[in-house]
């Protein structure tokens, strides 16, 4: 398959274990977050996304905690599956009309 | 399928030749990106059109030409690229000023190759 972001921090996990990914955000008026998942030769996609008056949000085995003190934002995966494998981008925006901005990227690669 | 096209999906150019990438979106958006992700720097926003007039140019080489014809179409023309112009090259559209419904969505990308 196709590399995306060859030198991107790397997350190992066993097949089972849950997973979690972090992202430090750059602006502290940012009001919405999201993280994408993108897989080997395709776009990234959208996986869920939390406003800033929340701290946690939860999806089908995926939750989204927001720690606005700090400007941490973190994805945790229950039960990763092989599935999972993939690149995970974080993206905020920062207000108004100005585009998102992504974070670099971390790559999960599962253990079968 | 995102809702977002793309193609060519692979495209491999020479240095003298001019091509282009062509994206559409089925999601009734009126706000539409380029990014080019590479490995050396992923995800860099290139170009934004929204209502199709361009609002953001993110000092891009005017070896890209971008052209946004309506609301569901954007074309990314190539000419005289160089190698380090290899990436992949990714459409995105959203519905603004309603980002907050799901941000952005993306196609699956043109793999460019300059030889």
Redo the contacts between chains.
């Keep these: 398959g196709?590399?995306?972001?060859?030198?991107?921090p790397t997350l190992s996990v066993q097949e089972g274990d849950n997973s979690i990914i972090n992202c430090a955000y750059s602006n502290s008026a940012s009001d919405?977050f999201?993280w994408?998942k993108q897989e080997s030769?395709?776009?990234?996609?959208?996986i869920i996304?939390i406003?800033s008056n929340m701290d946690k949000r939860q999806g089908q085995r995926v939750t989204v905690l927001l720690n606005k003190t700090v400007k941490h934002l973190s994805l945790q995966i229950a039960a990763t599956q092989p599935g999972d494998s993939a690149?995970y981008?974080c993206?905020e925006?920062i207000a108004g009309?100005t585009?998102?901005v992504?974070g670099?990227?971390t790559r999960l690669s599962v253990i079968a | 399928e995102t809702g977002v096209t793309q193609t060519p999906r692979h495209l491999v150019m020479g240095m003298t030749n001019k091509k282009s990438l062509k994206c559409e979106q089925h999601l009734g958006h009126n706000a539409m990106y380029w990014y080019k992700q590479s490995a050396k720097k992923p995800l860099e926003l290139m170009f934004v059109y929204s209502l199709e007039e361009r609002v953001e140019n993110n000092s891009v080489p005017s070896r890209f030409s971008p052209e946004c014809p309506n609301s569901s179409h954007l074309f990314l023309h190539l000419h005289t690229l160089q190698p380090e112009d290899s990436a992949l090259y990714l459409c995105a559209s959203s519905q603004e000023p309603d980002r907050e419904m799901n941000g952005y969505t993306f196609g699956s990308g043109t793999r460019l190759t300059v030889v």
């Design positions: 196709e590399s995306v972001g060859l030198h991107l919405y999201i994408y030769g395709k776009g990234p996609q959208f996304d406003r690149v981008f993206a925006n009309n585009p998102l992504f670099k990227g």
